[in-house]
C-alpha cells in the first residue's frame, strides 16, 4: 500500500464513529432508494428511516447560521401542519412522505458527490493561469461545466487555485459565481433540477434542460459582454481550461439522456444517482485499483457525512412540505387559477426570488410553492421552470446564498461590491427568464 493510501485510511480511522457510520448509512440510502424504484413492493420509507437516522448520529448535521433557523422553521411548520391536518381528517399519506424524507434528492446528492472522486484530479490541473480576455471566457466555462456535475467542489477548486498567489478579486467571484449559478437552469446534476422534479411532478427533464440550456449560454454571453468592458478585465488571471477534460461532463450527459430513452419509466432522479456512482467508482478502480477502491471508502467514511447540513434542509423539506400538503388537505382548500401561463409564473417567480433575496433557502420556497400550485397547474414544466429560475437567481445574487457565503467567507470577498456589480445582471435575467417563459408557452401551445 502507498504511503498515500496508508494516510488516509489513517484518516478515515482517527473518525469518530457516528461520523463513520452515518457516511455508511448515506450509501445505504443510495442504495434503498434506487430499490424502492426498480423493485416492486420494496418499502420506499427504509430510506427515509435511514435519513431520519443519520440526522440523530449527526446532530443535526452541524447546519448554522441562518440556514439552521430555516431548518428549525420547517420542522416546526410542518410538524404542526401535519399534526392539525391529521387530526382534522387528512391522508395518512402525507406523514409517510415527511417519513420518507425526500429520499430521491438526498439520494441524489450523495451519488454525485462520488463525481469529485474523477474531477478533481482534472481540475487540479498544473496549466499555467490566462490572463485578459481569454481567462474571462474559460473562467466562465469552467465553473459552468464542472459545477453541474460536481457542484459547490469546482467553485473551491478553481477558486483555491486563482488565490494561490494573491487575493481573489470581485471580478473573478462575479465570474465564478454567475458562471455556477447558471447551472440549475439545466443540469440533472444540480439539486436545483432533483428539486423542481420532486416538487412538480410530471415535469419532464429534457423539456427543462431544452429551455434551461439556451437560456445558461444566453446569461452567459451577456456576462462575458458585461464584465468584459471593466477596467480590470485586460489584466484578469483566470483558470485554464483543458479541452482534454471536458470529456466527464459530455459523457454523463450522453449517459443520462440515452439511457433515459431506453428506460423512461425510471425517474431521471434514479438514473443520475446510479449513472454518478457507477461511473465513479468504475473510474476511480481501473485508474488507480487498489487505492481507488481506498479512496472511495475515504470518500463514504468522511466526505459523506460532511453533507450533514444538505441532508437537514430536506429533511426539513420534506416535513414541510407534507405538513402544508396535510393542512390543505384536511379543510380541502384548494387554488384555482383561470390560466396559468408565462404572466403568472412570472409573477410568482418575482415574488420567489424576492424571499431569495431576503435570505429564504429555495429549497424552502420551492416546497411551500410546490404544495400550493403543483395540485392545481396543469403544465409542471412550467412551474419546474420557474423553481429552477428562482434558484439560478437567488444562488447567483442573493447575499444569502449558501454560493455568495461561500465565497465572502472563504475568499474575503465584499458583500456589498458584490451586490453592486450584480444590479444590472440581475435585471437582465429576470427578463430573459420572462423571455424564456413567453418562448416555452407559445412553442409548448
Not at 427515509?48 to 440556514?67: D, M, R, S
Not at 387530526?87 to 409517510?96: E, P, V
Not at 494561490?164 to 437552469?185: D, G, V, Y
Not at 446569461?219 to 464584465?227: A, F, H, I, K, V
Amino acid at each position: 500500500m502507498s504511503t498515500e493510501t496508508s494516510a488516509e485510511t489513517n484518516a478515515t480511522s482517527k473518525a469518530p464513529w457516528n461520523t463513520t457510520l452515518a457516511g455508511w448509512l448515506l450509501l445505504w440510502v443510495v442504495i434503498a432508494a434506487v430499490l424502492a424504484v426498480i423493485l416492486p413492493g420494496f418499502p420506499a420509507a427504509l430510506a427515509g428511516g435511514l435519513i431520519w437516522l443519520v440526522a440523530v448520529l449527526l446532530k443535526g448535521g452541524g447546519i448554522k447560521g441562518a440556514q439552521r433557523i430555516q431548518v428549525i422553521v420547517m420542522f416546526s411548520v410542518g410538524s404542526l401542519g401535519l399534526l392539525a391536518g391529521l387530526l382534522n381528517g387528512a391522508d395518512s399519506r402525507h406523514l409517510l412522505r415527511a417519513l420518507e424524507a425526500n429520499q430521491m434528492v438526498i439520494a441524489m446528492l450523495i451519488g454525485v458527490s462520488f463525481l469529485r472522486l474523477v474531477t478533481t484530479g482534472e481540475l487540479n490541473t498544473r496549466d499555467s493561469l490566462p490572463t485578459g480576455r481569454k481567462a474571462l471566457l474559460s473562467t466562465l466555462a469552467g465553473p459552468h461545466l464542472f459545477g453541474s456535475v460536481i457542484n459547490m467542489s469546482a467553485l473551491f477548486i478553481v477558486g483555491d487555485r486563482l488565490s494561490q498567489q494573491q487575493p481573489l478579486s470581485t471580478l473573478q467571484a462575479l465570474i465564478m459565481s454567475r458562471a455556477f449559478s447558471l447551472c440549475a437552469h439545466w443540469s440533472p446534476f444540480f439539486a436545483a433540477m432533483g428539486v423542481a422534479l420532486i416538487n412538480a411532478p410530471g415535469a419532464q427533464l429534457t423539456t427543462l434542460s431544452s429551455v434551461g440550456v439556451p437560456l445558461s449560454l444566453l446569461m452567459l454571453g451577456y456576462t462575458y459582454w458585461e464584465l468584459r468592458r471593466a477596467p480590470e478585465a485586460n489584466q484578469l488571471t483566470g483558470f485554464p481550461l483543458n479541452p482534454g477534460s471536458l470529456w466527464l461532463p459530455l459523457l454523463l450527459a450522453v449517459l443520462v439522456m440515452v439511457s433515459h430513452q431506453i428506460w423512461p419509466e425510471v425517474p431521471v432522479l434514479t438514473l443520475v444517482t446510479l449513472i454518478a456512482v457507477l461511473v465513479a467508482f468504475t473510474w476511480s478502480v481501473l485508474r488507480e485499483g487498489l487505492p481507488g477502491v481506498y479512496k472511495s471508502i475515504q470518500h463514504v467514511q468522511t466526505a459523506l457525512p460532511r453533507q450533514g447540513n444538505e441532508v437537514m434542509l430536506f429533511l426539513g423539506a420534506a416535513v414541510l412540505g407534507a405538513g402544508v400538503a396535510a393542512l390543505l388537505d384536511s379543510f380541502d382548500i384548494q387554488l384555482a387559477f383561470a390560466t396559468f401561463g408565462a404572466n403568472q409564473a412570472f409573477v410568482v417567480l418575482l415574488i420567489m426570488v424576492t424571499l431569495a433575496m431576503v435570505g429564504m433557502h429555495p429549497v424552502t420556497s420551492v416546497t411551500l410553492v410546490g404544495s400550493l400550485l403543483a395540485p392545481v397547474v396543469d403544465d409542471a414544466n412550467l412551474l419546474a421552470l420557474v423553481f429552477l429560475m428562482t434558484w439560478a437567481f437567488g444562488a447567483g445574487i442573493s447575499p444569502f446564498s449558501g454560493l455568495q457565503l461561500s465565497l465572502l467567507s472563504r475568499y474575503q470577498i465584499a458583500a456589498m461590491a458584490m451586490l453592486r456589480r450584480n444590479w444590472r445582471y440581475a435585471l437582465v435575467l429576470l427578463a430573459a427568464d420572462y423571455l424564456a417563459l413567453l418562448v416555452y408557452g407559445w412553442v409548448s401551445q
